[in-house]
T-cell receptor, first 116, second 116 residues
Framework: AQSVAQPEDQVNVAEGNPLTVKCTYSVSGNPYLFWYVQYPNRGLQFLLKYITGDNLVKGSYGFEAEFNKSQTSFHLKKPSALVSDSALYFCAVRDISSSNTGKLIFGQGTTLQVKP | DAGVIQSPRHEVTEMGQEVTLRCKPISGHDYLFWYRQTMMRGLELLIYFNNNVPIDDSGMPEDRFSAKMPNASFSTLKIQPSEPRDSAVYFC??????????????FGPGTRLTVL
């Protein structure tokens, strides 16, 4: 079965420090991976995606993610965290279990807390 | 583009009442998704449509929930009768397909439903 795991419920980091939010996946075949961010009382916003090509994907707001096929991971990173990055982050993988592949499988989410 | 539009943004109702949530997807998108988010269960996919046709409704909790998409620009999620455990934030999202189906979903702002 396809799945996505975000092993940390919460990540705490000081402003200006690098941040990493972890995601691992389990799919058969080539994964299509996504990161979303949710600010309080808002809908999810797309950050970035990996389809194919360069393992390092750059996205919105200075975020990037590294696809690692051998470790089945797609960790979200940012070189220097901002207090405004504090939010809930979701990793997702495209469900390819059926012929109609519009569905995404989301992880449980990781709360990122950036302290001044 | 205005993005995905949901109405109402907030709904407070009493147990046993009918609730109708509305969604207008982004023009040109051919996939529409309904999600529910709670603290206990996280983000759950309820149902999704492709070209106005329901594809997967396995996430609909029970017969009290129903969803329709009468045309490409409008969808409803109805709960009848509503119960307190239906209290949640309900999100609508849309996306469009290409040959490789890897397009991200765009989320609306959500409807916060409270059933007393």
């Amino acid at each position: 079965a396809q799945s996505v795991a975000q092993p940390e419920d919460q990540v705490n980091v000081a402003e200006g420090n690098p941040l990493t939010v972890k995601c691992t996946y389990s799919v058969s075949g080539n994964p299509y991976l996504f990161w979303y961010v949710q600010y309080p009382n808002r809908g999810l916003q797309f950050l970035l995606k990996y389809i194919t090509g360069d393992n390092l994907v750059k996205g919105s707001y200075g975020f990037e993610a590294e696809f690692n096929k051998s470790q089945t991971s797609f960790h979200l990173k940012k070189p220097s965290a901002l207090v405004s990055d504090s939010a809930l982050y979701f990793c997702a993988v495209r469900d390819i279990s059926s012929s109609n592949t519009g569905k995404l499988i989301f992880g449980q989410g990781t709360t990122l807390q950036v302290k001044p | 583009d205005a993005g995905v539009i949901q109405s109402p943004r907030h709904e407070v109702t009493e147990m046993g009442q009918e609730v109708t949530l509305r969604c207008k997807p982004i023009s040109g998108h051919d996939y529409l998704f309904w999600y529910r988010q709670t603290m206990m269960r996280g983000l759950e996919l309820l149902i999704y449509f492709n070209n106005n046709v329901p594809i997967d409704d396995s996430g609909m909790p029970e017969d009290r929930f129903s969803a329709k998409m009468p045309n490409a620009s409008f969808s409803t999620l109805k709960i009848q009768p509503s119960e307190p455990r239906d209290s949640a934030v309900y999100f609508c999202a849309s996306s469009f397909a290409t040959k490789t189906y890897y397009n991200e979903q765009f989320f609306g702002p959500g409807t916060r439903l409270t059933v007393l």
